[in-house]
């Protein structure tokens, strides 16, 4: 079985840092990219990150010079350092990742975690 499992949300003031995590394991046989959406109440989920396993990464324009996605090879993991958080971020992050596993499509399909949730707030 194949998951997807974040961490690393929680409760900051404005202008404040977190930084999330997270970890794919399971019967992975290669992984084409990796990001994280986030969900606002009320709002539809929208991309905020992207890396592909060349590490090229792309920034939603409201994130762009604030946060940074990494993803630390040989680990199957992605990390979303946010910076300079402002009240709008306020949403459940999700990590996604595209991935060919045992059993799965041969092309591969997307994965989901269950959400970590950030709030940012004085």
């Known amino acids: 079985q194949v998951q997807l499992v974040e961490s690393g949300g929680g409760l900051v003031q404005p202008g404040g840092s977190l930084r999330l995590s997270c970890a794919a394991s399971?019967?992975?046989?290669?992984?084409?990219?990796m990001g994280w959406y986030r969900q606002a109440p009320g709002k539809q989920r929208e991309l905020v990150a992207a890396?592909?396993?060349?590490?090229?990464?792309s920034y939603a324009d409201p994130v762009k010079g604030r946060f940074t996605i990494s993803k630390a090879n040989g680990k199957n993991m992605v990390y979303l350092q946010m910076n300079s958080l402002k009240a709008e971020d306020t949403a459940v992050y999700f990590c996604?990742?595209?991935?060919?596993?045992?059993?799965?499509?041969?092309?591969?399909?997307?994965?989901w975690g269950q959400g970590t949730q950030v709030a940012v707030s004085s």
């Open positions: 890396i592909t396993s060349g590490g090229t990464t």
């Open positions: 399971g019967s992975i046989i290669s992984i084409n990219a």
């Open positions: 996604n990742a595209a991935m060919v596993v045992v059993g799965g499509p041969w092309g591969g399909r997307a994965y």
